[in-house]
């Protein structure tokens, strides 16, 4: 027996993967590919015909930002970027699914969240070029800072959420994960930690079918969404290209946590239709036909299916949109590249609250040195 | 004044800290019925409730994350680790979350978290139970770091410490627990981060921290006996230092023995080394000296006594100081 007999060929998992990828009867469907309203026994939609209309302009600019970002980044105006490209209906369903007072704990690929939490995107851009590293105020957007460490964040949600317990707040948390993240102790911990605590928080992991270059099963034996039974709370998983499933399935587990039950896992079943980042050759890991596969259940696509099939906006409703989206990312891009340096200095402000005496010293010392420079040009 | 041991110094500050902020939690393994492995936070859940002293499951990582949060949310944890050597699960979250919140957030998040560690060896434990990980937390922008040497300090520091807009790491010398003095509660403390002159000397300034405090002591009372007059100085505050008051006492002693339980490679000693080096080179009679663990796991507890600082060790040192 040769070496390599005694394992599965890279073809045969191919293969694999693409059957694993058909629509699985456990997952919440509001909305198939195909623009059709579906009925579910557990979960329902019903919204005006302005906020669906809403909620497709949000899938709409959310793309539309995501797609500026990444040229920026090709012309060098980003150091990198890290696309939600398919994801927008997991992203925006969730994050219209909370309520201003609930609080959303993301991880750094969360761009349309942070749509819906009204953070402004030259921030999220500032970050990818280097000019912040967060920067904007979580309490002012009830959206946390961006998390780069894997799967952190779900802690500081789980503890959020204590702390509503403890304060007698009515609102829920919501702690945004991937794939790759389940297998991280923190999201572990963070499950026992919410479980016995019952703490108001929902677990929302977007499994988009990689990490990095790994598939999922580098990260599991068992759908996701089952996980959560070991730990004594109830998982569901969501089409993650729908989004009013999102939507309908993501308000749900909120109001429940709302009201006293406690965590609730959501796997928003979807895919990563882009490079992991920027820096990433996804063509080394995957083929290109799962791509194709997963290009036909669009989430934008299915919902402007929806829009047009129900005669719920009219062709000047997408025209506008379209070039609503187009300004957006005029400007965008316009401000980015003017977006200032932060000057030298500026890295010495916030490391602590005061500014303890030797590290002002440095900072002063610092300061004279690089004067020194501006009066060698002065001579 | 009331007499208390160092451990229930600890515990009135606690209370005390409890009783003045609402919004101070604690946290951690055990720390609830049982009131601590080293009772520090005896008889708290029992009059501030299950909601405000938390036994928490069994995980570092957990404690410190959730504690981020909750300091997100408003309030003011105290976390306890139970011994030094289990700090590491949870080393992650103190070194890229906790310590760079209020950086990363532009300064919008402050982060009051406390976490206690009890710290060194002495005590015959076995392995992860005896070990001075500081220097770790200290390397680490972001955070502050303190060491209470005795039930004064130990009363008034960690209620400082809670009182920070920071996060702190507070070390606690666990064989000291239970050495008692004299507390007067209505006091006004010095500052968190300033270090003291304990013993006022001429001829050699000897630094220490947290247990070996102690020690030093007792070697500045056995070298009065050869007619050797040491300066003590309980540096209280690791990180930031206090440079002031060190370099102020070591410009008249002109010499420096600096006493700590961690391996010297890469430790305080060196920090403070460098620093006096730079900033009292002309003052200096001799170089700066460090007497500390040596660069080894620490030892199989059979040998701790070989392995940590002693009074002789730290006589030695100040007799090579004197002698050059």
């Known amino acids: 027996m040769g070496i390599g007999d005694s394992f599965v060929t890279a073809g045969d998992l191919d293969a694999e993967r693409l059957t694993t990828i058909n629509p699985d009867p456990e997952s919440v469907q509001l909305l198939t590919p195909e623009g059709e309203r579906v009925e579910h026994p557990d979960y329902e939609i019903s919204l005006s015909d302005a906020e669906y209309c809403g909620l497709y302009r949000d899938l709409v600019m959310v793309r539309r930002i995501d797609v500026e970002a990444t040229a920026l980044q090709r012309q060098g105006e980003l150091g990198i970027w890290a696309s939600l490209l398919g994801q927008e209906a997991a992203q925006v369903g969730s994050g219209r699914a909370m309520a201003p007072d609930d609080m959303a704990f993301p991880t750094y690929r969360e761009h349309g969240v942070a749509w819906c939490r009204d953070v402004d995107p030259l921030v999220l851009l500032g970050l990818f070029r280097g000019t912040n590293l967060g920067g904007w105020d979580p309490r002012a957007h009830n959206f946390g800072l961006y998390t780069i460490v894997i799967g952190s964040q779900t802690l500081h949600a789980t503890g959020y959420a204590m702390g509503i317990q403890r304060d007698g707040g009515e609102n829920a948390v919501i702690a945004y994960f991937g794939d790759g993240a389940s297998s991280q102790g923190d999201v572990n911990e963070a499950f026992v930690y919410a479980a016995v605590y019952n703490a108001p928080v929902i677990f929302f992991c977007q499994n988009n079918q990689w990490a990095i270059s790994e598939p999922l099963d580098r990260q599991t034996r068992i759908p996701l969404y089952r996980r959560a039974s070991g730990f004594g709370f109830p998982g569901v998983r969501v089409d993650g290209n729908d989004v009013l499933a999102v939507y309908a399935v993501t308000k749900a587990a909120l109001d429940d946590a709302r009201s006293g039950q406690g965590p609730r896992l959501i796997e928003a079943y979807t895919y990563r239709m882009g490079a992991h980042t920027t820096s990433d050759d996804p063509t080394r890991y995957r083929l290109a036909a799962e791509l194709e596969a997963w290009r036909l259940k669009d989430p934008l696509e299915r919902m402007r299916s929806f829009l047009y099939k129900q005669q719920l906006a009219e062709k000047s409703f997408f025209d506008d949109l379209d070039a609503e989206a187009d300004d957006l990312a005029r400007n965008l891009r316009r401000a980015c590249r003017e977006m200032p340096d932060p000057r030298p200095l500026e890295m010495f402000a916030h490391a602590y609250s005061d500014t303890p005496p030797l590290l002002a010293e440095q900072r002063d010392r610092f300061g004279t040195y690089l004067g020194s420079f501006a009066e060698e040009v002065a001579r | ?324």
């Not at chain 2, 938390?54 to 909750?70: F, Q």
């Not at chain 2, 710290?119 to 770091?145: D, M, Q, R």
């Not at chain 2, 006493?259 to 080096?277: D, F, I, K, S, W």
């Open chain 2, 1 to 324: 004044m009331t007499i208390l041991t160092l451990a229930k110094g600890l515990n009135e500050g606690l209370r005390r800290a409890m009783e003045d902020d609402p919004k101070v939690v604690i946290m951690g393994e055990d720390v609830g019925k049982l009131g601590g492995v080293f009772r520090v936070t005896d008889g708290l859940q029992k009059d501030f409730g299950e909601d405000r002293v938390i036994d928490t499951p069994l995980a570092e990582s957990g404690i410190v994350g959730t504690a981020i949060g909750l300091a997100m949310r408003g309030f003011r944890p105290v976390c306890e680790i139970q011994f030094d050597g289990f700090v590491f699960p949870a080393f992650d979250q103190i070194v890229t979350q906790l310590a760079k919140m209020h950086n990363r957030s532009a300064g919008n998040v402050p982060m009051p978290v406390t976490i206690r560690i009890p710290f060194g060896g002495g005590i015959g434990a076995v392995e992860h139970h005896s070990e001075s990980p500081e220097a770790l937390f200290c390397h680490t922008a972001g955070l502050k770091v303190v060491a209470c040497s005795n039930s004064v300090d130990a009363y008034f520091m960690v209620q400082q410490a809670i009182a920070a807009d920071d996060p702190v790491i507070f070390f606690e010398p666990k064989r000291r627990y239970w050495e008692k003095a004299d507390v007067d509660t209505a006091r006004t403390p010095d500052a968190l981060h300033t270090a003291r002159v304990i013993r006022p000397g001429a001829d050699v300034t000897v630094l220490a921290y947290g247990p070996m405090v102690k020690t030093a002591m007792d070697a500045a009372t056995a070298a009065e006996a050869d007619g050797h007059d040491l300066e003590v100085i309980d540096l209280r505050t690791l990180s930031p230092l206090d440079m002031t008051t060190v370099l102020d006492s070591v410009r008249h002693t002109g010499r420096c023995v600096v006493v700590h339980e961690a391996p010297g490679n890469v430790g305080l000693g060196a920090e403070v080394a460098a620093r006096v080096t730079e900033d009292a080179f002309y003052s200096l009679e001799a170089p700066v000296l460090r007497v500390t663990g040596f660069d080894t796991p620490y030892p199989a507890s059979r040998l701790e006594e070989d392995y940590l600082p002693d009074l002789d060790r730290v006589l030695d040192a100040v007799d090579r100081s004197l002698a050059f």
